[in-house]
Structures are given as structure tokens and as C-alpha cells.
């Protein structure tokens, strides 16, 4: 059957995020922090830096093709490189950790697999030991690695770890995906999906669209909701599909997009915590859980995404297992990288 290995990950994420918790620790080094990442873990960077940040954590994200290209802006004055990669043999991220080297940055690896060259070269590692999804396309390995690094950082900004009863949630997004996601289309693929999201929600939307391109090999695009007024929705028809990440904390603005939104073409979905609905049963929902601040649900508000990434594929009968024009891992040609 199509799709049963990228299914099976979506569904049992939680024991990859319950084994990466004994990894979580302070950061042995300080910052100010880069956390870097090539396509997937490139939007997990970004969700991490924003995450950072909003515990008062100096960071920002830059992909690991800028820092390769332009050192000298990536890796200026004093800091801590964050690389990220599943399979901590990423070419780029090999590269970028090259570059640190150059300027006396310590470098933290985070991963799925302690024996890989990153881990290995690395100064520190975070590792998720069951994160490895053993397809192409990044499901758990993406959702567990974000959760050890929010530990990570509420450890780091001395604030109390997330607690482990927050984990057994990812299993209640599954099952409201596969009860909300399949009437939503109704056998109808979408022409087009945009994936809204902003600040720790960014990332989270990019992913999400990536995910849909990657397993579909269909059009999916990100944007933050009140840009997406700026232009974006110039483009859109009764055909498309648009995903809502919303935040509690600027529910008020956010809120007055899906409104438009609703009154422009039909297909909306809000992915967001109880307390951002206005209307029940005006649009699609799938709820996060109610209590603890936004910044903490990218783990979750992920899972949705995927799923309705998989559903699509197999709407337009491809298979999510075997995506075309992509491998698991981007390996490139180098001499320099030492052995």
C-alpha cells in the first residue's frame, strides 16, 4: 500500500520525542547563537532561533548554504554554531562546521545519528537516538529534534523543562488530522496549498509546505498571515487550500486574515489553540492544546501538516514513500572535509 512507512512515522512521533529527553541540557557554550540547516532542518533552525528568542536568548538562523558562502557575515565577532542535520553526513552542514572551525566557534551538532561525521567532529551533540525515519522525506526526525531543542533552551534559559505529559498530546493531533483533514478535501486535491504562519510559526508553515511539495510533487507555498494580504492572495481561487498556524497571543490580528480569507474562496483550516476560535464550526479546526504559551506547539502544529501532506499525495495518486526528483540525504562532492 501507498504510503504506509510515512504514515506509521506520522502516527507514533512521541516515542522519538520521549527517547531524545535524556539528551536535553543547557548549552555548554554561549552565545549569541546560530542555528543552521539546509531545506528541513533550515526551517527547524528558524522555528528554534524565533524559540530563542522569546525566552531572551540571543539567536538567529541561516541557512547552511549563506554561512558556506559568506563566512564572514554568518560567523562575524564571537558566538555558537547549532548544525542541524538527520543524517549528520549533509555535505553543507559538514562544510558549515568547516567554517566555525576557521573563526574558533564551537560547534553543537544535533542529529539522529551519534556515529556520523557531524556528531563525531562536533564539539557537543544533541542527539535524537530513535528520530531516524528511514525514508526520504523528514517526518519524527524534524518534530523530535525540535522538541529536544525547545528543552534544551527552557533548560538554558533556566525555565522549567517542558513536562513529559505534554508529549502524549501528539497523539490527539494525529487523530484530529485523519477526522478533520479528509472531509476537508473530499477527494478533491487542492491547486494550490499556502501554509500561513509567523514568528516560531514561520518555520513551522515552511515546513509544512515542503512536506507537500516534496511527498506530492504538487505547488505549496508559506507566508506570514498579514503579509500574505501584500499580494499573495492576488493568486488565489476557489480551488486552493489555506492553512492557518495560528498564535493565541496575536489571535486579534490573525483572526481578521481568515476572515478575508473566508470571504475570497471556501478552503480554510485553522490549526490553533481553543482559545483562538471565535466561531466554532465557521471554518475547519484542529485544536492544539489549550494550556502552556505558543512558542511551545511547533512539535505539534507540525503533525497536521504532514498528514495532510501524505492525504494529498495519495489524492493524486503518487506515493508519499517514494517522492520524485529528491533522495534522503544531499551529499556533494569536497576534498577539504577532514577524514
Not at 149 to 156: A, E, M, S, Y
Not at 201 to 227: D, F, H, T, V, W
Not at 234 to 253: A, F
Not at 312 to 321: A, G, I, M
Request: net charge negative; hydrophobic share 45%.
Amino acid at each position: 500500500m501507498r504510503g504506509t512507512q510515512v504514515y506509521h512515522l506520522i502516527q507514533h512521533q512521541a516515542a522519538a520525542w520521549q527517547a531524545a529527553l535524556p539528551w536535553a541540557q543547557p548549552l555548554p557554550c554561549s552565545g549569541p547563537y546560530v542555528f543552521s540547516g539546509s531545506g528541513s532542518s533550515y526551517y527547524l533552525a528558524q522555528t528554534a532561533a524565533h524559540y530563542a528568542l522569546s525566552l531572551g536568548i540571543e539567536a538567529r538562523a541561516v541557512a547552511s548554504t549563506d554561512l558556506i558562502l559568506e563566512p564572514e557575515i554568518a560567523l562575524r565577532g564571537t558566538g555558537c554554531l547549532i548544525i542541524i542535520s538527520r543524517s549528520g553526513t549533509t555535505s553543507e552542514a559538514l562544510w558549515a562546521m568547516q567554517a566555525a572551525r576557521e573563526v574558533a566557534w564551537p560547534v553543537i551538532a544535533v542529529t539522529c545519528h551519534a556515529d556520523s561525521p557531524l556528531a563525531t567532529h562536533a564539539d557537543h551533540l544533541l542527539l535524537s537516538p530513535q528520530g531516524e525515519d528511514a525514508t526520504i522525506v523528514m517526518v519524527q526526525s524534524f518534530s523530535s529534534m525540535l522538541f529536544l531543542l525547545q528543552q534544551v533552551l527552557q533548560l538554558t534559559a533556566t525555565s522549567a523543562l517542558l513536562p513529559e505529559t505534554f508529549i502524549a498530546g501528539a497523539n490527539d493531533m494525529v487523530q484530529q488530522a485523519a477526522a478533520v483533514i479528509p472531509p476537508l478535501l473530499d477527494g478533491r486535491p487542492p491547486r494550490r496549498l499556502y501554509v500561513l504562519g509567523s514568528g516560531v510559526r514561520y518555520g513551522i508553515a515552511q515546513e509544512g509546505a515542503l512536506k507537500a511539495q516534496e511527498m506530492s510533487n504538487q505547488c505549496a507555498m508559506a507566508y506570514a498571515p498579514m503579509e500574505f494580504r501584500h499580494g499573495p492572495w492576488g493568486s488565489l481561487t476557489p480551488d486552493d487550500l489555506i492553512v492557518v498556524l495560528g498564535q493565541t497571543r496575536h489571535r486579534s490580528q490573525e483572526i481578521t486574515v481568515v476572515r478575508d480569507l473566508m470571504h475570497r474562496q471556501g478552503r480554510v483550516l485553522v490549526i490553533a489553540q481553543p482559545q483562538w476560535h471565535d466561531s466554532p464550526g465557521r471554518y475547519p479546526t484542529i485544536q492544539l492544546p489549550a494550556s502552556g504559551p505558543d512558542r511551545a506547539f511547533g512539535p505539534f502544529a507540525v503533525i497536521p501538516l504532514q498528514y495532510l501532506a501524505w492525504h494529498w499525495t495519495l489524492l493524486v495518486n503518487k506515493d508519499p514513500d517514494h517522492p520524485a526528483n529528491i533522495t534522503q540525504v544531499v551529499e556533494l562532492d569536497h576534498d577539504d572535509f577532514p577524514e
